[in-house]
Every structure is written in C-alpha cells, then in structure tokens.
C-alpha cells in the first residue's frame, strides 16, 4: 500500500541489467579488473571532493576540512553522507587491496598497478577521512584476512599485517577520543563528548530496527516498499524518536532493510544471490584466479560488516556499485569455467581430420 512504483523498482531493474552485462563480456575480464580500479578511482575521488565531513575525531576532522570542495556534481549537487559513500567505498577499497597485492607479484603491466594503487590511496584516505566506524571495521578486518591470503613471502604477509593491525589499534582510539580533548565534537570544542555521542547513536539505532521489525512482522510478504521507510506516511505508522519530522533514510541495517523493500521472500532472494557469488567464487579460487576471486568476495564481505549497523538501500545513487561488483564475479566464474573446459575436453577427430586436410592444401 506504500509503494513507488517503477521509480524505485526501476533502480533494481537497472542494476539487473548491469549484472548481465557484465557477465556477458566474461571474455573480456581482464579489461574489467581495470575498469573497475577506474571506477574506484573515480569513487574516490567524488568521496574526497564532495563528502560532508564529520567532527567525529577532531585530528582528522582539521584535515577533512583542508580538502578542496566541488559542490556542482550532477545529481548531487549537495554532497554526499560520509556513512552513505563509505558503503560505497567499503566495496572497492578490498578490491584495489587485494589486485595491488596481485600486481606487484606479477610485474606485468605497470599501468594497471598504477591504476589500483591510486584507486586505494585515494579510497584508504576518504574512509580515513570521513571516519564511518561501520566502513573502516570492515575494510580492516578484510584486508587483514586478504594480506594472509594473497602475500606469499612470510616477512612481507607478516609486515603488512602488522601494518594493518596497528591501523585497527589507532581507529579504536580515534573512536574512544585518545587523541581528542574531553568534549571535543565541534572544532570550537563545544558540543557533547565523542563517547556520549556515540552511545547516542546507539541508542538510537536500537530505536529504528525496533521500528523496523514492527513493519516486516505487519508487511511480512511484501514490505512497505522499495526505499518507503523513509516516507512521511510510514514515518506516522512507526514512528522513530528523534526522526519525527527528519528524513530516516534506511534502516541501519541492510537485511532489515530489504525486508522492509520486498519482504521476506526479497530478503531470501538477497541472501540467495550473495551465496551463490559466494560457490562462483571458491571455484574461481579453486581454478586459479585467486586475486581476483578475492578481490570481489573482500568487498562483498566488507560491505556486510558495514551492512550490519548501516545501509546502501536497493534504491541508492550507490547501488549501482554493488550490481557490478557481483556482475563481475558471475564474469570471473564463467571465464574461468569456460577456459577450464576448452583445456579438459578431449579432442575431436572429425576436427583434426579437417585441420590436417586444409595444411595439405
């Protein structure tokens, strides 16, 4: 009874598209790893350039706001969320990690190593920046599992995770406020403290999956609509603290989330795609193809652990991200599976019958 009808449909019908896309050009996968470390390139930037910078650690706070600003971005004329574009982030950052690992052990094209490089630099930076405690957990644990798997000389694996554990050490204290003053949430120093603030959030994320769960347990079969949690007439029905006249723009958690866009029966597809990805994925691993294959499972894994506490809706400006990044591993999967069947098929004597036919001639 809340739909939007095609408008929002239309979103997941486009990212269907996207998926088939892809996979139909599975012959081309090495041309699209690199356009995918482009796109996260671009990500990246657009993440630097236009997020809305949080005081959430004043130390890099000073720093976010030294970056220069672009404000005129087409469809986006006003930025974006720092949480909305670490979802999007949490997807590509695990994927450049893991093919600059790949490309500095296969040494055989500089440009592609250049192009992953800097897709995770400027990645690395923006989630650093924009501090999305969800996006940063993810990424994090990710990496860590992906430099155990991927590096094979045991002084580089256990340098790198070190590296990387160290990171996880400095964010817990960037969140606990080591490195800030008591209240320290506004750059004038006023505003509440950084661990009130926090268990504020919490608070209130409990608040809005309650509000959540009442409209699946009363819409189980279809949910209230792809992206109308946010709507005014849903917002009447379930009301949220805090959010009674502000836009709530999901449900903080994305099963939840897809539940309350297509219902129980959308959230069991949800689920059921992303396993199916993953059984694509251990044979592309089995067969080879181990940095790519890890590639794309450590931003799908990634993007869950942000999926956890946040959300990038079926309806967002950022969905598209994720349709590629699952299309492109349906093209690893049938890349791999069709080389791996040309070089276990026996051959056919009618065929070298002919080829021998047409030397002689």
Known sequence: ?????????????????????????????????????????????????????????????????????????????????????????????????????????????????????????????????????????????????????????????????????????????????????????????????????????ASTRLDIWSAGLRAVRDYPLTGVGINKFRGGDVRALYPVPGYERNVLPHAHNELLHVSLDMGIPGLIVYIGLHAALGVCLIRVWRRGERAAAVAVAGGVIAHAIFGLADAVTLADRFIWVYWWLIGLGAALYIQTTSTSAKQTSPPNPLSEKREGEEARV
């Open 1 to 201: 009874p809340f739909t939007w009808g095609w408008e929002m449909c239309g979103r997941v019908i486009m990212g269907i598209i996207i998926f088939q896309i892809l996979a139909d050009l599975a012959q081309h996968k090495d041309r699209l790893l690199l356009a995918t470390g482009l796109i996260a390139v671009l990500v990246g930037g657009i993440a630097l350039l236009t997020s809305h910078w949080i005081p959430k650690s004043s130390v890099l706070f000073t720093l976010a706001q030294s970056m220069p600003k672009w404000n005129g971005l087409p469809g986006a004329e006003g930025g974006f969320n720092v949480n909305e574009i670490g979802g999007a982030m949490t997807w590509l950052l695990p994927f450049a990690f893991a093919m600059v690992i790949y490309e500095l052990q296969a040494r055989t094209h500089r440009v592609r190593l250049i192009v992953y490089a800097v897709a995770f630099a400027l990645l690395s930076l923006a989630v650093a920046l924009g501090q999305s405690r969800m996006a940063i957990a993810g990424v994090l644990i990710v990496m860590l599992g992906q430099a155990a798997l991927l590096i094979p000389r045991r002084t580089w694996k256990l340098a790198v995770c070190a590296a990387i554990i160290g990171l996880i050490v400095l964010e817990i204290g960037l969140v606990t406020g080591v490195f800030d003053s008591a209240a320290d949430t506004q750059p004038d120093g006023s505003g509440v403290a950084l661990n009130e603030r926090d268990e504020q959030s």
